[in-house]
Nanobody
Framework: QVQLAESGGGVVQSGGSLRLSCAVS????????MAWFRQAPGKEREGVAR???????SIPDAVKTRVTISQDNRKNTLYLQVGGLKPEDTAMYYC????????????????????WGQGTQVTVSS
């Protein structure tokens, strides 16, 4: 079983930046993909960034210029750096993990991931 725990959310002014962390524990996969998603009230969960164990990444065009995904294998932690924050970035942010062979590589899709953290709230004030 894999456990994921997000942290780093909070209230940030428009134009600011945040680094979110996702601590991973338990039995993970040898080949995996991890991703960040966000969900605002009344909206569908959307993918923000993906990083796989082979080092490949995927970031949707809508956020590509403002988002960086990285990991520290020594700390078993996944990170998401978001800059130029806008009020529309306000959402609950989740990290997730899945076996690499479940990922389609055509995008970052929540239905491909089977373990999730509880989320961390990001609120951007205008």
């Amino acid at each position: 079983q894999v456990q994921l725990a997000e942290s780093g959310g909070g209230v940030v002014q428009s134009g600011g930046s945040l680094r979110l962390s996702c601590a991973v524990s338990g039995n993970t996969y040898s080949d995996y993909c991890m991703a960040w998603f966000r969900q605002a009230p009344g909206k569908e969960r959307e993918g923000v960034a993906r990083l796989c164990s082979d080092g490949s990444t995927s970031i949707p065009d809508a956020v590509k210029t403002r988002v960086t995904i990285s990991q520290d294998n020594r700390k078993n932690t996944l990170y998401l750096q978001v800059g130029g924050l806008k009020p529309e970035d306000t959402a609950m942010y989740y990290c997730a993990i899945t076996p690499k062979n479940r990922v389609s590589y055509s995008g970052v899709y929540y239905w491909e991931y089977n373990f999730w953290g509880q989320g961390t709230q990001v609120t951007v004030s205008s």
